[in-house]
């Protein structure tokens, strides 16, 4: 049992599933497998979404990462340092290590999110268009 359903915006980004249908996946592999950890499929499996609409288009989820990533080592390294007294050393080889293995979880959730702010839920739509990328870009 989930406490986020269908239909609730936050479902797409906590299960990284497509922001309109909630059931393609976003990335090809596992999160935590760190293969191929940048990997997104052209379109949702599901329902046909364009996940990438135009060229550029994640770099607000840039933005969304930074904000993120800036608020929480700032409170991690406050928490450890003056709530459990870890000296500063220890406190940012922790976060350190805290980013690493989170590196990849926080890249996805930022895409997951800004494609979500893009996109509303609607589940009876499908796109048929299976233009490829490529096509759409001139590049070939
Ligand atoms: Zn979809």
Same mark, same amino acid.
């Given at each position: 049992? +989930? /406490? ?8 797409g980004?906590?299960?990284?599933? %497509?922001?309109?249908?909630? &059931?393609?996946?976003?990335?090809k592999t596992? *999160?935590?497998?760190? +293969?191929?950890? #940048? &990997?997104m499929? &052209?379109?949702?499996?599901? %329902?046909?979404l364009?996940?990438?609409? &135009?060229?550029? #288009? ?9 904000? #993120?990533?800036?608020?929480? %080592?700032?409170s991690?390294? /406050? ?7 870890? +000296? *500063? ?6 976060l350190?290590?805290? %980013? ?6 926080? #890249? ?6 800004? /494609? ?14 299976? *233009? ?9």
């Amino acid at each position: 049992m +989930s /406490l986020i359903k269908k239909g609730n915006p936050l479902y797409g980004p906590a299960k990284l599933r %497509c922001p309109r249908c909630h &059931e393609g996946k976003l990335f090809k592999t596992p *999160t935590f497998s760190y +293969s191929k950890p #940048f &990997e997104m499929p &052209e379109r949702c499996s599901h %329902c046909g979404l364009d996940y990438w609409p &135009e060229p550029g #288009f994640y770099y607000g989820a840039m933005f969304i990462s930074y904000i #993120f990533t800036g608020f929480f %080592c700032i409170s991690f390294v /406050l928490a450890l340092h003056w709530g459990l007294g870890w +000296s *500063t050393g220890a406190s940012f080889a922790a976060l350190i290590a805290i %980013c690493a293995i989170f590196f990849v979880y926080i #890249f996805r959730l930022a895409r997951a999110i800004w /494609l979500s702010i893009n996109v509303r839920y609607n589940p009876n739509t499908v796109d048929h268009d299976t *233009t490829s990328i490529s096509n759409r870009y001139g590049n070939s």
